[in-house]
């Protein structure tokens, strides 16, 4: 995405199924990172599941491969080290407290804002990851911050 508001076409592309490590690397620091066709990726294992992201948080570029992941209602989460926000693994939706200001007995309760983290399918295989990069053709908040002048990956010169 360019910063004048176009973004790439993702239901255009067909990704395939890329290489991102192996399957004992995760399990000992709980997650790694990898460019799969030219966007960065997080590829993180909590209790047992794999669970792939954009490496940018939607709200202002934070690292999440560098955030802590928290439970919240339930859900796993990875929390952005830069501002907070928390983000579902499963699903990439950003979640946030509310509470009822007319109601001083009320309890804040967890809300979605959406699915605002593009997340990406991890498939294992002998003991390899694999991430198929998401195609679904809505335009999601992380495609800002997913390629180009953001990237925290350094390629090796």
Known sequence: MDHNGSEEDHEMKDYSSVYAGRVDDIKKSG????????????IFYHKGEYHAMD???YHSGGPLHLGEIEEFDGQP???????KYKITLA???GLYQ?????????????CSKGI???IHTVTVDN???????SNEPFKCDSDFYATGEF???KSPS
Do not use: F, M
Request: with cysteine; net charge positive; proline share 8%.
């Open 77 to 83: 989460c990875i929390v952005c080290p830069w501002h």
């Open 55 to 57: 490496i940018r948080c």
């Open 151 to 153: 990237k925290v990956i």
């Open 98 to 110: 509310s509470i009822n200001p007319k109601d001083p007995s009320a309890k804040p309760k967890w």
């Open 91 to 93: 699903t990439g939706e």
């Open 31 to 42: 997650r790694i990172t990898a460019v799969i066709d030219d966007r960065e990726v997080v």
């Open 116 to 118: 605002k983290q593009r």
């Open 127 to 133: 003991g390899n990851i694999y991430v198929t990069l």
